[in-house]
């Protein structure tokens, strides 16, 4: 294999160090096997000019530029669909007709296609496909196999030709496969679970009070931190509610939300309500080489969330040594699956959530012992998996790909 094609909804650029930085990761380790990687990322356009009234995400979107580094080059489509009743359907078109101009532009022919979400990156894959005539992988993730292809007809139509299409589907937890499996009729026998992974030159075992001075967190608290953007899905709300009763209890305890988002006033809005204010630090979005710091300087993770895939936080947190608190949703329990590594709850119910932080706080974890769980998950070992199944699909003399190119033979031979 020489070549390789990634198609992802969004991609780190140097205005936005934080989207979809799992994708990155996980292409730092594979594009040591390839002579050249491209990346397109169909990220939402917005002219700068028409930037300052967005929030802070989209902002960062309309500053993204083509960029190369090392055997990569990342290319950022220039998409304006406006809302309409058929926008989902031009998002879709306009996207895979942006890809073939910049494939076309810049002469590149993939050995294989490997796109990251169902919709839009699956669409325009699966369209490349028939144009191209090259195999292509899907990796689902978790919002694109849970809640999107149940939004309305379009999307869970668009999402089963997808599936159907992928000569091999990636998803991230047993739980989205039985999703995929059960409820958008996808082959069980083209189904892998391979999950996100982390960096361990980046995430490892680090001085806690070194990490705390570093930051300006208090040294002799106990340090409830959580990370994701600010959203309701994540629901950080229920976090704050948590810590009313957590307070009751302890004092010496402080509560970190990193992350940006919509969420955030109303959240700031809870604390000052709940008179929370000394008790918690919002500190805003954190570049993706700082949150080591954070979670070095942590005593506990908490992960709230209300629905989730396999969040790569989840990963790093336990290289870092740090026991998690997750709530019962997606891939987070075949993570913490056992009392060593942390505590599973109900989403959405505070309650739960307090006591098992209160129970954290108050025991003394093993933190070589959540390390050495964590080494199984790394971004080589992740990499080589996919690695395998890209050789499998290109060696496979009866795959779907193959089959259809000799279906298109005959058909021109008539």
């Not at 080589?384 to 021109?412: C, D, F, V």
Request: glycine share 6%.
């Amino acid at each position: 294999m020489k070549n390789l094609l990634i198609i992802t909804s969004r991609y780190p650029h140097p205005h936005d160090s934080v989207s979809s930085v799992f994708v990155y990761s996980q292409i730092e380790e594979l594009k040591n096997y390839f002579e050249k990687v491209v990346v397109i990322s169909t990220t939402p356009y917005t002219p700068k000019v028409l930037s300052k009234k967005l929030e802070p995400k989209r902002k960062r979107d309309s500053l993204a530029e083509d960029y190369k580094y090392g055997n990569v080059e990342v290319y950022f489509t220039k998409d304006i669909v406006l809302p309409s009743k058929t926008s989902k359907q031009k998002k879709g078109k306009a996207g895979y007709k942006s890809v073939v101009k910049i494939l076309d532009k810049i002469n590149f022919d993939p050995d294989i296609i490997h796109a990251h979400f169902t919709w839009p990156s699956g669409y325009i894959a699966m369209e490349l496909k028939k144009h191209l005539r090259k195999p292509f992988i899907l990796t689902a993730h978790g919002y694109d196999v849970y809640d999107l292809p149940f939004r309305d007809d379009y999307y869970n139509d668009v999402v089963k030709n997808v599936l159907t299409s992928a000569d091999h589907i990636i998803t991230v937890s047993q739980n989205n496969k039985d999703i995929l499996i059960n409820k958008l009729n996808a082959s069980p026998e083209k189904i892998s679970i391979i999950q996100n992974g982390y960096d361990p030159k980046k995430f490892k075992h680090m001085d806690k009070k070194e990490c705390r001075i570093k930051l300006g967190l208090p040294i002799d608290k106990k340090i409830v931190i959580s990370i994701g953007n600010l959203l309701p899905v994540k629901g950080h709300i229920y976090l704050i509610e948590a810590a009313k009763d957590i307070i009751k209890e302890r004092k010496d305890i402080v509560f970190v939300i990193t992350g940006e988002g919509p969420e955030r006033k109303p959240l700031e809005n809870s604390i000052e309500e709940f008179g929370l204010d000394d008790y918690f630090i919002l500190t805003g979005s954190k570049p993706h080489k700082q949150i080591p710091f954070w979670m070095g300087a942590s005593d506990i993770i908490v992960l709230p969330s209300l629905n989730e895939g396999v969040p790569t936080v989840l990963f790093e947190a336990q290289a870092s040594g740090k026991p998690v608190i997750g709530t019962s949703v997606g891939g987070i329990p075949d993570i913490i699956n056992e009392e060593k590594l942390g505590t599973v709850v109900s989403p959405g119910d505070s309650g739960q959530l307090s006591t098992a932080i209160l129970n954290a706080s108050n025991k003394d974890w093993d933190e070589n012992y959540i390390i050495k769980t964590s080494m199984e998950f790394t971004w080589d070992k992740i990499a080589s998996q996919i690695m395998q199944i890209y050789t499998n699909i290109l060696q496979n003399p009866k795959s779907n790909i193959e089959k259809k190119n000799k279906n298109a033979e005959r058909g021109n031979k008539r």
